[in-house]
């Protein structure tokens, strides 16, 4: 199974701050990658799939980039309600496998 | 706008099987078009998937559960389900049921939406 690692694991930020989250798959998965948030209590909610496409209804502020092993997603400009947990998903080979997320906390 | 929802026991003990249902509504899981999945949660930890359904019956499961695991569908009630075979304390976690859309039969690869997750604790 591919190994999706993400980085950090967790950190703090403030509102209004530019953050960028890290994920990196054990091997090459082209731009085979969605990223999702989910918050407390909640189900996971897709932001963005095809490593840099936005699902319909997400603010502008998330954006992604990234092919091959190494993927980021950027949030521009921190809202309240962004504070959440972020999980990258590979989608190039089954079985389908998650990062371990990244819990982002305010400052 | 599709909508899915898990239902079953919220505890199960060591040994047994866990039983969950997914229903879902605004839209039909004959029309196709998609794969019908299981991931699972468990506290404070990452996501893990367990499996798909097509609306046809044909079925791919995760190689670390797959043993162990059936997944099956009831058109005719719009609802798929998961059987988790001989339980242990390890298989305790939030159970989410989510749609996959397809290209064809190809997979697209994401999920999207989710049910709202249910909480299954194996405990005697």
């Known amino acids: 199974a591919i190994r999706m690692t993400q980085s950090p694991s967790s950190f703090s930020a403030s509102t209004g701050d530019r953050v960028t989250i890290t994920c990196r798959a054990s091997?090459?998965?082209?731009?085979?990658l969605a990223w999702y948030q989910q918050k407390p209590g909640k189900a996971p909610k897709l932001l963005i799939y095809a490593a840099s496409t936005l699902q319909s209804g997400v603010p502008s502020r998330f954006s992604g980039s990234g092919s091959g092993t190494d993927f980021t997603l950027t949030i521009s400009c921190l809202q309240s309600e962004d504070f959440a947990t972020y999980y990258c998903q590979q989608y190039y080979s089954y079985p389908r496998t998650f990062g371990q997320g990244t819990k982002l906390e305010i400052k | 706008q599709v909508q899915l929802q898990e239902s079953g026991p919220g505890l199960v003990k060591p040994s047994q099987t866990l039983s969950l249902t997914c229903t879902v509504s605004?839209?039909?899981?004959?029309?196709?078009?998609?794969?019908w999945s299981w991931i699972r949660q468990h506290p404070g930890k990452g996501l893990e998937w367990i499996g798909y359904i097509y609306y046809s019956g044909s079925t791919y499961y995760n190689p670390s559960l797959k043993s162990r695991v059936t997944i099956s569908v009831d058109t005719s009630k719009n609802q798929f389900s998961l059987k988790l075979s001989s339980v242990t304390a390890a298989d305790t976690a939030v159970y989410y049921c989510a749609r996959d859309p397809l290209t064809g039969t190809t997979s697209r690869g994401w999920f999207d939406p989710w049910g709202q997750g249910t909480l299954v604790t194996v405990s005697s």
């Open positions: 605004g839209g039909s899981i004959s029309s196709g078009g998609y794969y």
């Open positions: 091997q090459g998965i082209s731009s085979y």
